[in-house]
Structures are given as C-alpha cells and as structure tokens.
C-alpha cells in the first residue's frame, strides 16, 4: 500500500534532533505505525510524535485532493479509499490511546512534563498538555464537591499522585529488535534469581519486562509489537 501514497511524488519535511530531515509518504506512514505500535503496547505514556502527525494529516489532505481527481469506475480510487482509511485509523487510534493514557495517568503525567530538564523532549503537545491540566482540575473540584467536603477537616485534600496509581512499568511486552543491542541487564524475576545480561541480535523477537527495554523504545532500537 506504500506506492499508493507516493504517487503524488512529494517529499514530507521533518524536523529531527534540530536538522531537517526528508522522508518520503511511505516513510513517514511508516513512523507512524511505529509510534502506534509503541504507543498501543507500552504501559506509559511516550514521548509525543506531533511533528510525525502533523506530517500526516497534511499527507492525507494531499491524498483526498488526490482522490478527487481520479475518475470515476477506476480500479485506483478504491485503493487509494483503503490506504486513507487505513492511515486515518491509525492515526486515530494512537491519539486515542494516549488520550486513554492521561485519563488514566494525568497526575504523574503532569509530573514528569513539570520535571522534564531543559532540553529533554516534551512528552505532551500543547493541546495534550492543557487536556491533562483542565482534566486534573475538573477531577479534583468533582471530588471535592462529592466526598471531600463531607469529610472531616482533616481528610478534606487527597494527594493525587498517591491516589491515582502509576504506570506498571514491570508488565511484560512483546518486542522485535531494529539494531542490535549488547550487554542488556535483565532483572531478576523471583528472589531467589540472580541479574544477566542478554544480547538482543537485529530482527529478533523477544518477551520482557518493560521496565528494561524503555530506554531502548525511546531510542528507536526496539519496536513494540
């Protein structure tokens, strides 16, 4: 389905570790199924891909003006209908997941964009950023006008990076290697195991704690599946 977003021939500008960087359609929709794919399967919330879905939505707009001058009965426009239906499902699925993400989250999400050093990347978009602020605002006035002011004086605030529970870094996910990695410390299972290390070879296909492999999705090296 690839050589069906190529046939306008454009080249998608993105901007990467501060230089410009050129991708293809097929490329580009390939970086954003990789995000998905992460997205889906990771337990927390990951580094954002504005740039890749801004790419993208301006990649579809091209696509549908495309569509609409293929003529009517030909076999091309079905196709193309697919592959943009395709790319929309994607794209909306991974904005939904990390929407379900901060819901789930929001105060430690908050939390790690509030003591994120300069420089490091952002992990919300700003429309994420003030979802995230108006979502954990609306929640504490909702408690505080249906329990916490019913409450004795003293139990009238909740602390809401302990009420609402973390991300569980420690569940399991499946993952296919992209660059081979050496020398992975992997944490023992029960107390009476002792730490290793494994090699991770190119195309290989593991299952392991998400704790160890985080840096590694981040990277890129890795790919959740």
């Not at 501060?18 to 097929?26: G, K, N, R, S, Y």
């Not at 300069?118 to 978009?125: A, M, Q, R, V, W």
């Not at 609306?138 to 605030?157: D, G, S």
Request: glycine letters at 2%.
């Amino acid at each position: 389905m690839s050589d069906a977003l190529s046939d306008d021939g454009s080249d998608i500008n993105q901007d990467d570790s501060q230089e410009d960087v050129i991708m293809t359609p097929a490329e580009l929709i390939a970086k954003l199924e990789e995000a998905w794919l992460n997205e889906k399967f990771s337990p927390e919330l990951l580094e954002n891909k504005s740039e890749v879905v801004e790419c993208v939505m301006e990649q579809l707009t091209h696509m549908e003006d495309n569509l609409q001058r293929v003529k009517k009965g030909d076999a091309k426009a079905s196709v193309h209908r697919m592959e943009i239906d395709r790319i929309r499902f994607m794209l909306s699925s991974y904005l939904r997941s990390r929407l379900q993400k901060i819901e789930k989250f929001f105060p430690h999400v908050l939390e790690r964009e509030k003591s994120r050093g300069e420089g490091d990347p952002s992990l919300l978009s700003p429309e994420e950023f003030a979802f995230a602020k108006e979502y954990y605002a609306n929640t504490e006035t909702y408690l505080k006008a249906v329990a916490l002011k019913r409450m004795p004086p003293n139990l009238q605030t909740v602390d809401m990076l302990k009420a609402v529970p973390e991300p569980c870094l420690d569940s399991f996910v499946f993952l296919r290697v992209k660059e081979r990695q050496d020398n992975i410390l992997v944490e023992p299972e029960t107390d009476d195991q002792r730490e290793y290390v494994v090699d991770l070879e190119e195309g290989s296909q593991h299952l392991m704690r998400y704790r160890t492999i985080a840096p590694l999705v981040s990277s890129g090296a890795v790919q959740l599946i």
